[in-house]
T-cell receptor, first 111, second 114 residues
Framework: SQKIEQNSEALNIQEGKTATLTCNYT??????LQWYRQDPGRGPVFLLL???NEKEKRKERLKVTFDTTLKQSLFHVTASQPADSATYLC??????????WGAGTKLIIKP | KAGVTQTPRYLIKTRGQQVTLSCSPI?????VSWYQQTPGQGLQFLFE???????NKGNFPGRFSGRQFSNSRSEMNVSTLELGDSALYLC?????????????FGSGTRLTVV
C-alpha cells in the first residue's frame, strides 16, 4: 500500500542553522508533493508544492527538493528562527482528489 | 480575503449522538475536502466535493457523510458517535484543479465524544 514516512522524532536545531526534514514514500509515483506547516490546535498551512518534473523549489528561506528515483523529498529551512518551530507535514496526491499525508516532523528551533 | 471558516470550533458530544460540522470555503473555491486528524493516525481523508458532487470518499464507515451546497459551503455529519470519533476535523478548500496554491485549511473543529 502507499506509504509516506517522515522523521518521527523531533528535530532540534540551533537558531541560525539550516534544518533539513525528510519525506520518503513507497509504492507510489505522485505527480506532485506538498509541504505544510501546522501549529498546535490549528489547521495545516500550505508552504510549497513541487511537481515530479521539478528538482527544486524555493520560497524565501524555504527550499524543497524532489527525487523521484529515490522516492524522497527534502525540506530545508535556512537561517532558522524560533518562529519556525512547528510540525511540518508532507503530502502526496493520489490523483483521485485526495492527499496522502505523512505523520509530520516536529521542528524545534532553539535560541 | 477571508479564509476557510469552520464552525463550531469545539464540540462535546455523548456516545450515540449525531453531529454536524460546517465549512465555508474561500470565495471562488469549488472544491472542499474533509480530513480527520488524530495523534495516532495523523491526517486521514474523509471525502472531497466539487460543485456539489462527491468525487472521492475515504475508508470511513457509513456513519460519516457529507454534502456540498450550491454556494460551495459544505457540511459533514457523523451519526451514532463513538469514543474513537474524538478528533480534530479539518476542512480544506482549493480551486479544484492542480495549482501551485495547494489547499487552504480551516482551523478545524475539535470534537470530543464522552
Amino acid at each position: 500500500s502507499q506509504k509516506i514516512e517522515q522523521n518521527s522524532e523531533a528535530l532540534n536545531i540551533q537558531e541560525g542553522k539550516t534544518a533539513t526534514l525528510t519525506c520518503n514514500y513507497t509504492n507510489y509515483s505522485p505527480a506532485y508533493l506538498q509541504w505544510y506547516r501546522q501549529d498546535p490546535g490549528r489547521g495545516p498551512v500550505f508552504l510549497l508544492l513541487i511537481r515530479e518534473n521539478e528538482k527544486e523549489k524555493r520560497k524565501e528561506r524555504l527550499k524543497v527538493t524532489f527525487d523521484t528515483t529515490l522516492k524522497q523529498s527534502l525540506f530545508h529551512v535556512t537561517a532558522s528562527q524560533p518562529a519556525d518551530s512547528a510540525t511540518y507535514l508532507c503530502a502526496l496526491d493520489n490523483s483521485n482528489y485526495q492527499l496522502i499525508w505523512g505523520a509530520g516532523t516536529k521542528l524545534i528551533i532553539k535560541p | 480575503k477571508a479564509g476557510v471558516t469552520q464552525t463550531p470550533r469545539y464540540l462535546i458530544k455523548t456516545r450515540g449522538q449525531q453531529v454536524t460540522l460546517s465549512c465555508s470555503p474561500i470565495s471562488g473555491h469549488r472544491s472542499v475536502s474533509w480530513y480527520q486528524q488524530t495523534p495516532g493516525q495523523g491526517l486521514q481523508f474523509l471525502f472531497e466535493y466539487f460543485s456539489e458532487t462527491q468525487r472521492n470518499k475515504g475508508n470511513f464507515p457509513g456513519r460519516f457523510s457529507g454534502r456540498q451546497f450550491s454556494n460551495s459551503r459544505s457540511e459533514m455529519n457523523v451519526s451514532t458517535l463513538e469514543l474513537g470519533d474524538s478528533a480534530l476535523y479539518l476542512c480544506a478548500s482549493s480551486l479544484g484543479t492542480l495549482s501551485s496554491y495547494g489547499y487552504t485549511f480551516g482551523s478545524g473543529t475539535r470534537l470530543t465524544v464522552v
